[in-house]
């Protein structure tokens, strides 16, 4: 059983940066970042191909977040630069160990992490 511990949340002003790491505790096919606002739908962030470390990212933080990894520690990082107000959400790390085509979709990841509080204040 894959665990996922995620950390780095918590609140910042407008225009501000923040990183968050997701540890794993053994290798995955695919590490993404999911995020939930309050009332809202969980929505895909971006994710990382562990073999290659290629990326995507949602329309909504391309250019302004970037998903970085270190295989050695099997961690993922996502790095949020000109934070929003709009970017307030509970953000969740997810991992596959199988390979899939799809890679964005919330109902391939097999493993979450708790989630870690963001609040971007105007």
């Known amino acids: 059983q894959l665990q996922l511990v995620e950390s780095g949340g918590g609140l910042v002003q407008a225009g501000s940066s923040l990183r968050l790491s997701c540890v794993a505790s053994?290798?995955?096919?695919?590490m993404g970042w999911f995020r939930q606002a309050l009332g809202k739908e969980r929505e895909f962030v971006g994710v990382?191909?562990?073999?290659?470390?290629?990326?995507e990212y949602s329309d909504s933080v391309k250019r302004r977040f970037t998903i970085s990894r270190d295989n050695a520690k099997n961690t993922m990082y996502l790095q949020m630069n000109s934070l929003k107000p709009e970017d307030t959400a509970v953000y969740y790390c997810?991992?596959?160990?199988?390979?899939?085509?799809?890679?964005?979709?919330?109902?391939?990841?097999?493993?979450w992490g708790q989630g870690t509080q963001v609040t971007v204040s105007s």
């Open positions: 053994g290798r995955t096919f695919i």
């Open positions: 997810a991992a596959r160990v199988k390979f899939s085509a799809n890679i964005v979709s919330e109902a391939v990841y097999d493993y």
């Open positions: 990382v191909r562990w073999n290659g470390g290629t990326t």
